[in-house]
């Protein structure tokens, strides 16, 4: 069994900054995490991918937010991060991660969503 485990969500004012993190954990040995990403869905509207990263740090962005948010992941802890810079109203959503993970089988595991509010 394994929980994703999301933090770092909350209420910023328009140009602020958030650091989400996402931290996998497992009753029995987690043998690899490959791909790890950052999904969000904004109030009336689909999910959508906002960041993923690969198990060798490649990485990529939905174009709404390059340049602003930043994914990285340290793989000792099982964790990715996305650092939230230059956060505008838009940018209003419950965030997830998703995770690809090996443990006896491999499979696609999600979080339970953190709230990000970007209001003045």
């Known amino acids: 069994q394994v929980q994703l485990v999301e933090s770092g969500g909350g209420l910023v004012q328009p140009g602020g900054s958030l650091r989400l993190s996402c931290a996998a954990a497992?009753?029995?040995?987690?043998?690899?995490?490959?791909?790890m990403a950052w999904y969000r869905r904004a109030p009336g509207k689909q999910r959508e991918l906002v960041a993923a990263?690969?198990?060798?740090?490649?990485?990529n962005y939905a174009s709404s937010v390059k340049g602003r948010f930043t994914i990285s992941r340290d793989n000792a802890k099982n964790t990715v991060y996305l650092q939230m810079n230059s956060l505008k109203p838009e940018d209003t959503a419950v965030y997830y991660c998703k995770a690809d993970i090996l443990t006896t089988t491999r499979l696609m595991y999600w979080g339970q969503g953190t709230q990000v509010t970007v209001s003045s």
């Open positions: 990263i690969t198990s060798g740090g490649s990485t």
């Open positions: 497992a009753s029995g040995s987690i043998f690899s995490i490959y791909a």
